[in-house]
């Protein structure tokens, strides 16, 4: 049971780099939450907010997201890369890009912000000249394939709108109202962010836990459904629809996650594997996070009445770190502990396996190091979330600073999984055999 | 050159993920030797899984540094598929399906 055949996939010094990045997304969106002020727990659309979303949705994840890909479509799904060189230059490109466009929303700098948001627009561009054919197509392939073909058609949207949004800031061309932007997160977080994470699932929960006696039996249609949903759900919520319309769009966008969390907790009680690791143990915390990001996107849906304190920037704030934090970062985390580890055992220890000891996955990286790095970081989101949800802006800041803490042990960690020579644990090598490091 | 040598060899080559050798998780479905002539019939824990290929040329690997003369062949086979229920005792303990 491994993860992928890396001899068909991208070199470690190509896909090593979105990794190492990623964790300064959050860190930037940790320490913005630690500087929020009172506007934070009033208006969901303050521009610290704003900042904090984008540094966390584009800065950390979709950059992890990006390295994924890269490595998972050559390597696990039969795709190929376009371009190595242009892998490198992306790479280069969303990184200014991100750290520019977040310091642009944060300052309210609109024209500064259009401009990095075009550097943004060609990230992505340089990113789907290589995802395409690297994914393969959305109606054929494995499961995992199709969810990603999809996905990659949500950044395509939500960037679009985006950057429409951006220019109607700056050109006045009509107002961006809260439905407006409600469509284009949505497209974001459920149709970027949460098909990934769904389509990576199918391919890897069964895989790090040896799941045979159950197999996905819905993987398709709440595929079919959840793309259909959110597409439909977000261009009615462009219009500022009423109470009623919101809630039945709440209901019906929430509904394939839900289907899908379901699936996956069927997988993952039915696993042979039953010892549990940090992506076992991230698996089921996500789990968590996804149920409570559902009931939160169900209330705030309902708006005032339903808002704590009758502030709906509350308990949208709250939902977005769950969903944003919780399932799709706990999620992250978890596999990042298993990817990274992976790609250095291939690419540093491979040649030698059988003819020395070497070390195997769970020796490159340390387990007690992750479950720390997994249990700040969820902490830090249920305070955040407790802080949004309370009206307190000295708890909302705690969950930023513990956000912020999470993402530099996260990011020493995969520095020394990348860096560090590793060795064998004690039991796997025999008296007198030479350890390949 | 006896089965029971090669099988010790083949201990040598641990999956990556799980930390287990593959005679263990009872992946070496079948093991012929003739003469200097070594054939393993192996698989996967699941069709679907990637590393088909770089298992078996870890076993090359393996065969090759270890065999002096002679000739290997790999052939990966999923008839019948691997089930958890073929690995050894002490597999199922690092598995967790059964206590130490």
Not at chain 1, 260 to 279: H, K, N, T, Y
Not at chain 2, 17 to 36: A, F
Request: aromatic letters at 8%; proline letters at 5%; glycine letters at 12%.
């Amino acid at each position: 049971m491994t993860l992928a055949a890396p001899g068909r996939g991208p070199a470690l010094g190509l896909v090593a780099p979105f990794f190492l990045a990623a964790p300064a997304g959050l860190l930037a969106a940790g320490l913005i939450l630690t500087f929020s002020n009172g506007d934070t727990l009033l208006a969901i659309n303050a521009p610290r907010t704003v900042a904090a979303t984008h540094a966390a949705v584009i800065g950390w994840l979709t950059t992890a997201i990006f390295g994924a890909i890269y490595q998972l479509g050559p390597a696990v799904l039969g795709g190929r890369l376009a371009s190595t060189r242009l892998v490198r230059i992306h790479f280069a490109v969303h990184a200014g890009a991100v750290s520019t466009f977040v310091w642009a929303i944060w300052h309210w700098e609109v024209t500064v912000m259009a401009l990095a948001g075009l550097g943004l627009i060609a990230s992505f561009v340089l990113f789907l000249i290589n995802a395409v054919p690297a994914v393969g197509s959305p109606w054929r392939g494995s499961l995992p394939s199709r969810y990603l073909a999809v996905s990659l058609g949500f950044i395509v949207l939500a960037a679009g709108f985006g950057m429409t949004w951006v220019g109607a800031l700056e050109h006045l061309w009509f107002p961006v109202t809260m439905g407006r932007l409600s469509g284009h997160a949505h497209l974001g977080l459920v149709g970027w962010l949460g098909l990934t994470v769904m389509g990576i699932a199918y391919q890897l929960i069964p895989m790090f836990n040896v799941v045979q006696r159950k197999q996905p039996v819905a993987g398709g249609r709440i595929l079919a459904f959840t793309a259909l949903a959110t597409v439909g759900g977000a261009l009615v919520l462009m219009t500022d629809p009423g109470l009623w319309t919101r809630v039945v769009v709440a209901v019906v966008m929430t509904a394939g996650p839900a289907a899908w969390g379901v699936e996956m907790l069927r997988l993952m009680l039915a696993r042979s594997r039953r010892a549990l690791d940090v992506q076992g143990r991230a698996t089921f915390v996500s789990l968590g996070f996804l149920a409570v990001t559902i009931c939160l996107g169900l209330l705030a849906a309902i708006g005032e009445t339903a808002s704590p304190g009758g502030e709906p920037a509350r308990i949208l704030l709250a939902y977005g770190i769950a969903g944003v934090g919780g399932w799709a970062g706990v999620t992250l985390i978890g596999n990042s502990y298993k990817i990274l580890p992976f790609l250095v055992w291939y690419h540093r220890y491979r040649q030698f396996a059988g003819i020395r000891p070497v070390p195997v996955v769970a020796d490159i990286y340390s387990e007690g190091v992750a479950r720390a790095t997994l249990a700040v970081h969820a902490t830090a989101v249920v305070v955040a979330m407790a802080g949004a949800l309370l009206g307190e802006l000295d708890i909302l800041r705690t969950g930023g600073a513990l956000l912020a803490l999470g993402a530099v042990i996260h990011l020493f960690s995969l520095v020394h999984i990348v860096l560090a020579p590793h060795a064998p644990a004690p039991k796997r090598v025999r008296p007198g055999e030479v350890i390949a490091r | 050159m006896k089965t029971k040598d090669v099988e010790q060899m083949l201990r040598r080559v641990i999956d990556p993920e799980l930390g287990i050798d593959i005679v263990s998780l009872g992946l070496v479905y079948g093991i012929e030797v003739d003469n200097e002539d070594v054939r393993i019939a192996m698989t996967t824990t699941s069709p679907q899984c990637p590393m088909g290929e770089a298992l078996v040329g870890m076993v090359e690997s393996v065969l090759e540094y270890g065999l002096r003369d002679g000739t290997t062949s790999v052939e990966l086979v999923f008839d019948p598929p691997w089930d958890v229920r073929m690995a050894d005792r002490a597999a199922l303990q690092e598995l967790g399906l059964i206590p130490r």
